[in-house]
């Protein structure tokens, strides 16, 4: 079955815990400055979700609830719930079913997507092409990701880099030309031990030798991964604009997904783009994986003007990495 329509983003909420972990208080817990991480990342301070009994589906559900209450729309007409995640509540069931639970969204079937950093856009481009068949009329993409439960805040390499939050987006069917036109999804599983949480899964189940290696904790080769986030993340937006004849000044605004400063300044000179169109607030929640690109979507929402060219990009582990080029339809 196919239809007339495209998808388009009708509504942005989000959910951010209220816990600041400082970059000043990071050089209490190891040895780090405030100057290093800023300089080598951008970033100044994250959010950190202290409340032991709250966890990703709590954030997501927040998040939902703030899209629900924007768009005056009762959750018993959500068809479907995506929730892209590396830090679900457990292993199974889905963080998703926990979300739709909360909210009472009882006619939704509800699903968790990983893909890391990307999984914000991987469930973009699913929910999307879900609205596009025909089949479905409401569907919430959240991104929700609680990293400061699978961060070892001894290791000054990882804990200066992440921080908690939770933000999505209500898809419908567009009707005029404005809403997601295109997207680029790429995966590569050849260098996944260099950005991997490698306990707890079916591979190395939890065990007492598991948690006194630290698998349960973020590793990453940071010069590596950082070396092809560059080239993936510029690639694939240089890549979506040739497809759809976009030079730097047609694009309103690059929304990259926020790893590290230095990442999207080379992305958005490879772009030809003025400083000025790209969203950044990796200073305020550093790296929230899935979240990054919902969350500068709403900080940005009331400069966000309808038919606005956006390019949303992002690069993260297994790897994953795309870009999605969309007309802002609110
Ligand atoms: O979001 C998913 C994808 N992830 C990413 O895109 C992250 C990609 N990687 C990065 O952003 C960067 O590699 C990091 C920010 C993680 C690290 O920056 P870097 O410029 O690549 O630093 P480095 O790992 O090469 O380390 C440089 C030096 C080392 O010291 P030596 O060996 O030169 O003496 C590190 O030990 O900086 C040291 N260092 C630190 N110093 C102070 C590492 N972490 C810290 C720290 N504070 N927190």
Redesign the pocket.
Known sequence: MSSNYKAKISAVGHYLPDYVLTNQELEKM????DE??LT??GIRERRILKDPDKASAFMAAEAAKEVLEQRKMDPEAIDAIIVATVTPDYMFPATACITQTIIGAKNAFAFDLSA??SGFLYALETGSNMIESGRYKNVLVIGSDKMSAITDYTD??TC??FGDGAAGVLLEPSVDENGIIDSIMHSEGDMTQT?IQSGGGSRNPATHETVDKKMHYIY?E??P??KR?TEGMADVSVEIMKKNNLTGDDVDWLVP?Q??LR?IDATARRMNLDPSKVMINIDKYG?T?AATIPLCLYDWKDRLNKGDKLVLAA???GYTWGATYLKWAI
């Open positions: 190891v040895e780090t400055n290093w991480i080598r990342t890391a950093c000054r390499s200066i880099l950005l990453q940071g010069r991964v950082f986030a997904h790893a590290n990442i790296n994986t690069f993260g582990g």
